[in-house]
């Protein structure tokens, strides 16, 4: 009922099906559960992640590389895949380092970002020869301490928290006071008390927001990053006589989830994308430009699966009740940052054509009324092992669950 029929019907579209049975990388979901030894399981399709990537690319400016942020799904063939894909990756933790490194992604390619990276973490990145994307004034110094102690330099890129903000983000990481980045006036400051001879200083890393579905938001945000790396450039040029050759613009481009939410333009970002090259052709000549996405490559690529383990009645309402949940799936059940509970798309995955339809709430085993796959939902009359389906499972999944919650089993990912 409250399920959004245009999306689920995006969704839909992007997966086969044989007679009712949902299909995933040419294999039927009760294959799938076999192959992956029972439900509640996530399952990825490479060729939807193939597909996604060359779609950017085509409609993209050739000059923009993109990069993949690994904390959006880290699990290990899948970010080998994206080697094939993407230019780079983008870490926040050394073990996402670690794994980056080993899919033979080249370091100058891989940057570290996120505030609180430990002196473990400083040394591993300088080591591993990665571009640190450096958030305080404070990290500097340790940067530059452990590149001393190494007897390395250390790559870095100094992460801005720019004045402005990525206005109607789901998730806004900029503007005003953030725990992310060096405010944008305190950059003239850090650059005067840079130690070069520890560190090679390659350019800037603007991040906004993040789920972003206007594109004329994210169209602006770019605009002023654009105009915010001038300024930047020229104080680089003025106070340590040298001269960038890295700029991260940051991404924020969102997948709809909810209900009347719209895929986004990106022929509109790509245009005026093109617009931005050449009215600051000067500065992006020799820089690598890096668009860092996550969510985008993936999120729609992905179903997590579960099945009808109890029905019930209580005081006239239908409960379908599973074997997965909130432990698994925490951003479906509404508690990963959304202010009010959604539906994301759900089906019915072996009655995709069932006839009669029946209102239910669909809930997880875990005894907390948190736990929910979906709420007030029309859907083919279920019973006991059919399969849940829950679309736009891709990324912030199971790596951003709480697996251990009741020690309930663990779910199983797959790539196909
Ligand atoms: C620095 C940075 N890069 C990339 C991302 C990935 O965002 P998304 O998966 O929405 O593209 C995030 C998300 O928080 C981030 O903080």
């Known amino acids: 009922m409250n399920l959004s029929t245009k999306n689920l ?14 299909i995933v990388g040419n294999h039927p979901l009760n294959h799938i559960e076999k192959l992956v030894s029972g439900t509640p399981f996530y399952v990825y399709d490479r060729q939807l992640i193939i597909n ?55 370091a100058e390619k891989i940057s570290f970002a996120g505030p609180g990276k430990t002196a473990e973490d400083i040394e591993a990145a300088i080591i591993a020869g990665v571009t640190l994307h450096v958030e305080s004034a404070g990290e500097i110094a340790r940067v530059e301490l452990a590149a001393n102690q190494l007897s390395l330099k250390a790559n870095i890129a100094l992460r801005i928290n720019p004045k402005f903000e990525l206005k109607s983000s789901g998730m806004k990481m900029s503007g005003g006071s953030k725990p992310f980045g060096i405010d944008e006036e305190q950059v003239a400051e850090i650059l005067t008390n840079l130690n070069l001879s520890q560190i090679n200083l390659r350019g800037f890393h603007i991040f906004a927001g993040s789920q972003n579905l206007n594109a004329e938001a994210i169209i602006s945000a770019q605009q002023q990053t654009f105009m915010l790396a001038e300024e930047l450039v020229a104080l680089v040029s003025e106070i340590t ?32 994308l093109q617009i931005l090259l050449k009215k600051h052709k000067t500065l992006v000549t020799g820089l690598e430009l890096i668009l860092e996405l996550g969510r ?27 074997d997965g949940g909130l432990h698994h799936h925490l951003a479906n059940s509404g508690n990963f940052g959304q202010v009010i509970r959604k539906n994301y798309p759900v089906v019915i995955g072996n009655k995709l054509k069932g006839d009669v ?34 679309f736009q499972s891709g990324a912030y999944g199971a790596s951003a669950s709480p697996k251990d919650f009741l020690s309930q089993p663990q779910v199983s990912e797959l790539l196909l």
């Not at 019907?9 to 949902?22: G, H, I, P, Q, R």
């Not at 080697?83 to 073990?95: E, N, R, W």
């Not at 997880?364 to 929910?372: R, S, W, Y």
């Open 9 to 22: 019907a995006t969704s839909l579209k992007d997966y086969s099906s044989s007679s009712s049975e949902l």
């Open 241 to 272: 006589k040298s001269k960038i050759d890295y700029l991260n613009i940051g991404g924020g481009f969102g997948v709809p989830y909810f209900a009347n939410e719209a895929s986004l333009d990106i022929e509109a970002i790509a245009n005026s």
């Open 296 to 322: 985008y490559l993936v999120a729609e690529a992905g179903i997590y699966v579960s099945k009808v383990i109890d029905k019930k009645v209580s005081r006239g309402t239908n409960y379908l009740v599973c």
């Open 52 to 106: 996604r990537v060359k779609q950017l690319t085509n409609t993209l400016p050739s000059e923009i590389s993109l990069h993949y942020a690994i904390k959006a799904n880290p699990l290990p063939s899948l970010v080998q895949l994206m080697t094939t894909q993407v230019s780079g990756f983008d870490v926040a933790s050394k073990k996402e380092m670690l794994l980056a490194m080993q899919t033979g992604m080249p």
């Open 357 to 390: 339809q029946e209102l239910v709430n669909i809930v997880g085993p875990l005894c907390t009324p948190l736990d929910i796959l979906a709420d007030k939902v029309m859907l083919p009359e279920a019973t006991m092992g059919d399969y849940v389906v829950i």
